[in-house]
């Protein structure tokens, strides 16, 4: 594992699962429910802002805000239209929910290739810097704007969670939802700001990552599928655990191939769910209860 080009590339991917892992967690903290559908809030939001730009030429910004902006308006009408219209009708049932937003999650797929097309589009890089060579490795400007990304959006949610009031009533209510409601705390507000704030760190995630690959509509299932694997992993325990789980899986992905061939990469990464599942499916990093 001495290749820092390799290194490189396992940071790069899995500061791209570990943000839609912490979209998925800040919707678990606040509400206790995972919502499967941010993948494909990351990719409605990442291939959007490239529709915009490449088929309609809108200025690169506003196309950015435009695609950031979709996956909030979907992560909250997926909380107001189906995860609580469901619950309140299933008795607040978890499983029902979770059946309902797995069909959202195929909704937003069908729609995002029907209105932006099927055809995959390049990304839109955000900065035009780079690459840079640094001890006589290359690294591309797409992979600084997203680690550095990553690492501001992580410590910008650490902060918002410790130490802003809103950040700390979230955390409250995600405990003990039936016990905030007692005490008189505005549940259902503090719901719909975990939705709005994990959809707009899913935006990122997919606009940040998508110069790296491309976006296309059917992107959104693997992206959900990886960023769950990545929270299990983690666990729940810190704001932080999600990039834990995210570089675990990155760093799976890229060494996997190098080493034992090129389909060995879903192996692993399915090998290590397997482990975590039946061995610490609370992970790395589990939750504390307050007092």
Known sequence: ??????????????????????????????????????????????????????EQGVPLWLAVVAGTALAVVLSLATELLVI??????????????????????????????????????PGTSLFDIGP?????????????????????????????????????LLRAVGDNPEAARTLGLPVA????????????IAALAGILFAPKSGVQFTSGLSWTLTAFLALVIGGTGRAWAPL??????????VFAPYYFGASAAQTAILVIALAFFAFRPEGLITR???V
Do not use: C
């Open 1 to 54: 594992m001495s290749n820092a080009q390799l290194w490189i590339a396992a940071v790069e991917i899995g500061a791209f699962f570990a943000l839609i892992a912490l979209a998925m967690y800040l919707v678990v903290i606040g509400t206790d429910f995972f919502n499967f559908a941010m993948g494909p809030y990351a990719m409605a939001a990442a291939l959007s802002a490239s529709w915009l730009v490449v």
């Open 84 to 121: 609580r219209p469901v619950q309140r009708r299933s008795g607040r049932g978890e499983l029902p929910a979770l059946v309902a937003v797995t069909a959202v999650l195929f909704a937003v797929q069908q729609l995002a290739g029907t209105v932006f097309g099927r055809t995959p589009l």
């Open 132 to 168: 840079f060579v640094v001890l006589g490795v290359t690294v591309s400007g797409t992979t600084v704007t997203l680690v550095v990304g990553a690492a501001i959006v992580f410590a910008l949610t650490v902060w918002w969670l410790h130490s802003s009031a809103t950040g700390r």
């Open 189 to 200: 507000r503090i719901r719909l700001v975990a939705f709005a704030v994990a959809g707009v």
């Open 244 to 253: 834990v789980g995210g570089l675990i899986l990155g760093f799976a992905q």
């Open 288 to 290: 504390k209860v307050r």
